[in-house]
Protein backbone atom coordinates (compact mmCIF):
# COMPACT_ATOMS: atom_id res chain seq x y z
CA UNK A 1 0.00 0.00 0.00
CA UNK A 2 1.15 3.23 -0.94
CA UNK A 3 1.33 5.98 1.57
CA UNK A 4 3.02 9.57 0.79
CA UNK A 5 3.99 11.89 3.93
CA UNK A 6 4.44 15.24 3.76
CA UNK A 7 6.25 17.76 6.05
CA UNK A 8 8.33 21.03 6.45
CA UNK A 9 5.68 23.48 6.52
CA UNK A 10 4.82 26.10 8.28
CA UNK A 11 5.03 29.75 8.81
CA UNK A 12 7.90 31.93 6.92
CA UNK A 13 8.21 35.70 5.98
CA UNK A 14 8.12 37.00 2.65
CA UNK A 15 11.17 36.44 0.62
CA UNK A 16 11.45 33.58 3.01
CA UNK A 17 12.18 29.94 2.20
CA UNK A 18 10.96 26.41 2.98
CA UNK A 19 11.93 23.00 1.67
CA UNK A 20 9.33 20.37 2.14
CA UNK A 21 9.69 16.50 2.03
CA UNK A 22 7.41 14.22 0.94
CA UNK A 23 8.80 10.64 2.09
CA UNK A 24 6.93 7.32 0.21
CA UNK A 25 6.61 4.06 1.93
CA UNK A 26 4.79 1.20 -0.19
CA UNK A 27 6.76 1.69 -3.66
CA UNK A 28 9.76 3.45 -5.34
CA UNK A 29 9.26 6.46 -5.78
CA UNK A 30 11.87 6.95 -8.78
CA UNK A 31 9.82 4.85 -11.10
CA UNK A 32 6.39 7.04 -10.62
CA UNK A 33 5.36 10.82 -11.75
CA UNK A 34 5.25 12.98 -8.53
CA UNK A 35 3.71 16.26 -8.12
CA UNK A 36 3.40 18.73 -5.96
CA UNK A 37 -0.12 20.90 -5.52
CA UNK A 38 -1.43 23.62 -3.36
CA UNK A 39 -4.93 24.61 -2.36
CA UNK A 40 -6.10 27.73 -0.24
CA UNK A 41 -10.16 27.07 1.19
CA UNK A 42 -12.57 28.02 -1.17
CA UNK A 43 -10.32 27.47 -4.21
CA UNK A 44 -9.55 24.76 -6.55
CA UNK A 45 -6.40 22.50 -6.21
CA UNK A 46 -3.12 24.28 -8.17
CA UNK A 47 -0.66 22.42 -9.87
CA UNK A 48 2.76 23.58 -8.68
CA UNK A 49 5.33 21.09 -9.73
CA UNK A 50 6.03 17.58 -10.96
CA UNK A 51 8.68 15.51 -12.30
CA UNK A 52 8.91 11.79 -13.83
CA UNK A 53 12.51 9.97 -14.80
CA UNK A 54 16.11 11.47 -15.04
CA UNK A 55 15.66 11.88 -18.87
CA UNK A 56 12.09 13.62 -18.43
CA UNK A 57 11.41 17.31 -18.00
CA UNK A 58 10.50 19.13 -14.71
CA UNK A 59 7.09 21.11 -15.14
CA UNK A 60 6.07 24.46 -13.09
CA UNK A 61 3.27 26.57 -12.84
CA UNK A 62 4.27 29.73 -14.16
CA UNK A 63 4.09 31.53 -10.91
CA UNK A 64 6.52 29.48 -9.19
CA UNK A 65 8.69 29.70 -12.11
CA UNK A 66 12.54 30.62 -10.86
CA UNK A 67 11.57 29.92 -7.11
CA UNK A 68 10.64 26.57 -6.41
CA UNK A 69 12.86 23.45 -7.37
CA UNK A 70 11.01 19.77 -7.62
CA UNK A 71 13.86 17.07 -6.79
CA UNK A 72 14.24 13.75 -5.96
CA UNK A 73 16.59 11.84 -3.23
CA UNK A 74 16.09 7.92 -4.57
CA UNK A 75 17.87 6.66 -1.74
CA UNK A 76 15.16 8.04 0.93
CA UNK A 77 12.31 7.76 -1.57
CA UNK A 78 11.47 11.03 -0.66
CA UNK A 79 10.45 14.03 -3.25
CA UNK A 80 11.42 17.35 -2.26
CA UNK A 81 9.83 20.87 -3.26
CA UNK A 82 12.39 23.66 -2.54
CA UNK A 83 10.66 27.39 -2.17
CA UNK A 84 12.18 30.47 -2.37
CA UNK A 85 11.42 33.88 -2.48
CA UNK A 86 8.50 32.97 -1.40
CA UNK A 87 5.42 35.27 -1.20
CA UNK A 88 1.99 35.46 0.60
CA UNK A 89 0.11 34.70 -2.62
CA UNK A 90 2.36 30.96 -2.08
CA UNK A 91 0.28 30.62 1.58
CA UNK A 92 -1.98 27.13 1.03
CA UNK A 93 -2.11 23.71 1.76
CA UNK A 94 0.81 21.62 0.21
CA UNK A 95 0.04 18.49 -1.46
CA UNK A 96 2.31 15.96 -2.32
CA UNK A 97 1.03 13.26 -4.89
CA UNK A 98 2.57 10.40 -6.85
CA UNK A 99 1.11 8.35 -10.11
CA UNK A 100 2.85 5.00 -10.59
CA UNK A 101 1.10 4.39 -14.48
CA UNK A 102 4.05 4.45 -16.65
CA UNK A 103 2.13 6.35 -19.52
CA UNK A 104 3.18 8.92 -21.72
CA UNK A 105 4.28 12.14 -19.20
CA UNK A 106 2.35 14.90 -21.17
CA UNK A 107 2.30 18.08 -19.85
CA UNK A 108 -1.59 18.14 -20.10
CA UNK A 109 -2.00 15.11 -18.33
CA UNK A 110 0.73 15.29 -15.46
CA UNK A 111 -0.90 19.25 -14.40
CA UNK A 112 -4.05 17.93 -13.54
CA UNK A 113 -5.08 16.21 -10.30
CA UNK A 114 -7.01 13.15 -11.79
CA UNK A 115 -3.68 11.84 -13.54
CA UNK A 116 -2.54 10.85 -9.74
CA UNK A 117 -2.94 7.68 -7.84
CA UNK A 118 -2.37 8.82 -4.42
CA UNK A 119 -2.09 11.78 -2.18
CA UNK A 120 -0.37 13.16 0.94
CA UNK A 121 -2.43 14.36 3.59
CA UNK A 122 -0.78 17.63 3.03
CA UNK A 123 1.37 20.35 5.27
CA UNK A 124 0.64 24.35 5.71
CA UNK A 125 2.22 26.88 4.20
CA UNK A 126 1.93 30.21 5.52
CA UNK A 127 3.47 33.47 4.33
CA UNK A 128 3.10 36.34 5.71
CA UNK A 129 3.48 39.78 4.56
Do not use: H
Amino acid sequence: QVQLVESGGGLVQAGGSLKLSCAASGGTISKWTTAWFRQVPGKAREFVATMRWSIDPTYYVDSVKGRFTISRDNTKNTVYLQMNSLRPKDTAVYYCAARVSTDNYYYTDVVQGYSYDYWGQGTQVTVSS
